[in-house]
């Protein structure tokens, strides 16, 4: 039935979005998180990557992760000569994430999973009228 498939597409949905708010909760997590010594670096924003495949049981379009990769841009430097991982010139090397993209990257997460989420209550809806109808 298509009710059953629209339910396995948004069910798909959610799990990518689900898997982009761990992603995004790493980020922020880490926001402040040096390096333990020395020249090391200090946490890489991760990112994250979908594509969509067919699925031949549904025989619909899908979505999933398709990698979580690094954000490969510089990072910030803060000027702090006495901070112990500070470089020669006073420099410490912080992380590359930004707070508030992360935030704003969490809405956009959190509304495309509820937006998924209702198209599932839509469905489930539909399809128990159906029955309740088939019944009567």
């Known amino acids: 039935m298509d009710l059953n498939s629209a339910i396995k597409i948004s069910a798909s949905g959610m799990r990518a979005q689900g898997t982009r708010l761990r992603v995004i909760s790493e980020n922020v997590a880490n926001a402040d998180s040096l390096g333990s010594v020395k020249g090391q670096d200090p946490y890489r924003r991760k990112t994250i990557v979908f594509e969509n495949y067919v699925d031949r049981d549904v025989n619909a379009d899908m ?71 088939l019944r009567g």
């Open 63 to 133: 979505v999933r992760v398709a990698k979580i990769g690094r954000d490969d841009s510089d990072f910030d430097l803060a000027y702090e000569p006495f901070h112990p991982l500070a470089d020669p010139e006073g420099y410490v090397r912080r992380p590359n994430v930004n707070s508030l993209i992360e935030m704003m990257d969490m809405r956009e997460a959190q509304r495309t999973y509820e937006a998924n989420l209702s198209s599932i209550e839509m469905a489930r809806s539909m399809l128990q009228k159906t029955v309740d109808l």
